[in-house]
Nanobody, 115 residues
Framework: QVQLEESGGGLVQPGGSLRLSCAAS????????VGWFRQAPGKQRELVAT???????TFADSVKGRFAISRDNAKKTVYLQMNNLKPEDTAVYYC?????????WGQGTQVTVSS
């Protein structure tokens, strides 16, 4: 099965930047779409961005113009570049793939935006 691990979270002040990474095991990762989700305390998990195997990206309205998503299939890694961070971006961030009717998730990485 697919194994995912997120990293790169931390504490950053408003207006700052972070780059999150999602590293995967399994060659199937290179040919399927990947999504980044986030979940704040007491709120539902929400979709932040997606990227196809060929690099086509989509973004939630709340992050358009501030976030970018990319992938390096040779390294089996997907990145989420987060710029101009706001306090409302504070959440645990997860990467996700769907394969053989099942959702796979990493353990999540905490992003806290605070002055």
């Amino acid at each position: 099965q697919v194994q995912l691990e997120e990293s790169g979270g931390g504490l950053v002040q408003p207006g700052g930047s972070l780059r999150l990474s999602c590293a995967a095991s399994g060659s199937i990762f290179t040919i399927i779409p990947v999504g980044w989700f986030r979940q704040a305390p007491g709120k539902q998990r929400e979709l932040v961005a997606t990227i196809t195997s060929g690099g086509t990206a989509t973004f939630a309205d709340s992050v358009k113009g501030r976030f970018a998503i990319s992938r390096d299939n040779a390294k089996k890694t997907v990145y989420l570049q987060m710029n101009n961070l706001k306090p409302e971006d504070t959440a645990v961030y997860y990467c996700n793939v769907r394969f053989a009717t099942r959702d796979y998730w990493g353990q999540g990485t905490q992003v806290t935006v605070s002055s």
